[in-house]
């Protein structure tokens, strides 16, 4: 049974290509991470996966809304400019 799951375990790791990052943070940043990874009962390294796995899908939308907003409201300013 052991030599099975390392045997699937190798399988995994050929079919998918994962990297791993080390990066320096405060340590309140860190302690922040963990009470929200706590807080929502998983591990802080499953909670930075999901975090970044979400960024890398809507990277832009605040600042689409957030230029979208400038745009709008600064309008009639910009076509006195112009």
């Known amino acids: 049974m052991l ?6 375990v190798v399988s995994a790791k050929e079919a998918f290509s994962v990297a791993s990052i080390t990066i320096n943070i405060s340590d309140q940043q860190f302690e922040k991470m ?10 802080l390294e499953d909670f930075l996966r999901i975090s970044i796995s979400e960024w890398l899908t809507h990277p832009q939308a605040d600042f689409t809304n957030a230029a979208s907003y400038v745009l709008q409201k600064n309008a009639q300013l910009y076509q006195r400019l112009a």
């Open 34 to 43: 963990q009470e929200l990874a706590h807080g929502l009962g998983i591990s």
């Open 3 to 8: 030599l099975l799951k390392y045997l699937l």
